[in-house]
């Protein structure tokens, strides 16, 4: 099924995947003594690496077909279930 959230319009170019990928995103943490947490969204742009989680290929935002540069994705719910 075609992506239309963080995804939108990415798709694996070698083996046609929708994800999950893994990106290479910034990410600022608030961190103290006792460890870090997130306290920003995530980003990515065109130029970030990624690779397809089902077969390994790897290459850069663009190159999966995003139409995601500057995308931010901001994390409302942390409790949310992998699966
Ligand atoms: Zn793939």
């Not at 083996?15 to 990515?44: K, L």
């Amino acid at each position: 099924m075609p992506n239309e959230n963080c995804l939108e319009g990415m798709r694996c170019p070698k083996c046609g995947s929708y994800g999950p990928f893994d990106i290479y995103a910034n990410c600022t943490f608030r961190v103290d003594d006792y460890g870090a947490e997130q306290s920003g969204d995530v980003a990515w742009d065109d130029d970030s690496r990624c690779w397809c989680y089902d077969c390994q290929h790897g290459g850069d935002v663009k190159g999966f077909g995003g139409n995601t540069i500057g995308y931010m994705v901001h994390f409302e719910d942390e409790e949310a279930d992998d699966g």
